[in-house]
């Protein structure tokens, strides 16, 4: 299901994803910092298209 998306996403910047993150981010390098990022932001796209097209199914 195609969805109309109308909104700008700037990604969370590495500093912020480390305090997200908390003692996990310890050790990590900026790079493994923004691997992590990347890999919330497709699962979080994944979930909020299967919601979306639960919603629609039910309506």
């Not at 996403?9 to 994803?17: D, G, L």
């Not at 390098?29 to 979930?47: G, Q």
Request: glycine share 4%.
């Amino acid at each position: 299901m195609d969805h109309e998306h109308d909104v700008t996403f700037e990604p969370i910047s590495i500093a912020r994803c480390r305090e997200v993150l908390g003692h996990e981010a310890e050790g990590l390098s900026d790079i493994e910092v923004d691997e992590i990022r990347r890999h919330a932001d497709a699962m979080a796209h994944v979930i909020v298209e299967i919601f979306l097209e639960q919603r629609a199914a039910q309506e």
